[in-house]
């Protein structure tokens, strides 16, 4: 059922929901998402940003904390004390972008890390163990153009390789012959604007198939005959929007489902349920700061009102790209 005014973006509910989920030092979450903080913390403080609630975080320990994730070798791990990978090393370049504080790392350490992570067929480990994804491909590309550092990897190796993961619909895999997923499109077309390679994407045909992820509900799957989920939402619109082409699915509907996912709380007697605020992968499911950032940067892709719009391709606020763009401009 849907309850009047459900619609409504719950904006402070959510900021107050990633505000409290970071300083709740004890909770069961706390523990189980050690290994990938970095990535939380990124996601929770873009949603904030995007919100323009960032200052509800304290800026001073994020960056403390953030630096000490880095390991000589110039990648950071998820967590202090964890491995480098290249995951966390964007997640962490990430969160230095936001607080404009990319100039306390050692570009030229991190750029060394990357590039030692690229194999003789131009796709990326994602650390030492030697897992390939394009999701790492991406990962390289993105933190190399934070630091202004494209130049210490073969960018156009780097962009034969993800094509080379495109499928017979447009779609792209993790490695070549691995079947199309939403969420590789997203790392594949990005990575393939970042080098400036679009014209590698055959946009119609992967367009249609995009618009074919939209189900009855409104959401959108990241492949035929999976269930709706709303990180989908920033999965498939990033790239229709890199494309051009954000038009072809209905906006309304898939706006009116991330709100649906939205935990409002009910008021019980004096006390606020405490599931206030945060948004879920489908209605009425148990809330997280993943799906809460991915939601709102759906809604923000779409242009809604209240939300700072956010760059499709890096998944920062617009607002800090121009920042970066004028400071590189300016040899920084
Ligand atoms: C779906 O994952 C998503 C992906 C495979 C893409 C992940 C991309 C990155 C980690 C790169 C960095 C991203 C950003 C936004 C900067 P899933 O495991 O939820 O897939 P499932 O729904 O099939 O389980
Ligand atoms: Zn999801």
């Known amino acids: 059922m ?15 929901y990633i505000t409290a989920f970071s300083e709740n030092k004890t ?21 904030l940003h995007l919100l323009g609630q960032a200052d509800r975080l304290d800026r001073t320990s994020i960056v403390a904390w953030v630096l000490s994730c880095q390991h000589e070798g110039g990648g950071f791990g998820g967590s202090e004390r964890h491995d480098a990978h290249l995951l966390y090393t964007l997640s962490a370049l990430q969160i230095l972008a936001l607080y404009d504080e990319l100039h306390r790392v050692d570009a030229d350490a991190v750029a060394r890390y990357v590039a030692s ?5 131009g796709s990326f480990w994602g650390d030492l163990w030697g897992e ?23 960018v156009q190796a780097a962009a034969r390789y993800v094509a080379s993961c495109k499928n017979f619909d447009g779609g792209f895999g ?3 012959g691995n079947e199309s997923h939403a969420g590789q499109v997203f790392t594949c077309v990005a990575a393939l604007d970042i080098a400036g390679r679009l014209d590698l994407v055959d946009a ?17 799957n990241g492949r035929p005959e999976k269930l709706q989920d709303v990180c989908y939402s920033w999965w498939c619109l990033s790239a229709l929007s890199i494309l051009g082409r954000l038009h072809w699915i209905d906006q309304q509907a898939l706006a009116d489902f991330i709100l649906e996912c939205q935990a409002r709380g009910v008021q ?10 945060g948004i879920s992968d489908r209605p009425e499911d ?27 391709t890096f998944a920062l606020p617009v607002e800090v790209m121009q920042r970066l763009r004028q400071q590189h401009q300016q040899g920084q």
């Open 268 to 277: 019980l007697w004096a006390h606020a349920d405490e599931e206030a605020g």
């Open 2 to 16: 849907v309850h009047p005014g459900r619609r409504e973006l719950l904006g402070d509910l959510h900021a107050s």
């Open 286 to 312: 148990q809330v997280d700061v993943y799906h809460t950032f991915f939601g709102i940067a759906g809604l923000s892709l779409m242009g809604r009102a209240g939300l700072q719009p956010i760059d499709p």
């Open 27 to 47: 909770s069961f979450e706390f523990y189980a998402t050690e290994h990938f903080r970095v990535s939380g913390v990124y996601w929770g403080l873009s949603a």
């Open 117 to 121: 992570l690229q194999q003789p067929d």
């Open 132 to 154: 390939t994804d394009t999701r790492f491909s991406y990962c390289a590309l993105s933190a190399l153009w934070l630091l202004n550092r494209l130049d210490a990897v073969d």
């Open 174 to 176: 993790c490695t070549p």
């Open 204 to 220: 119609d045909l992967l367009c249609w198939w995009l618009c074919e992820r939209q189900t009855k509900s409104g959401g959108l």
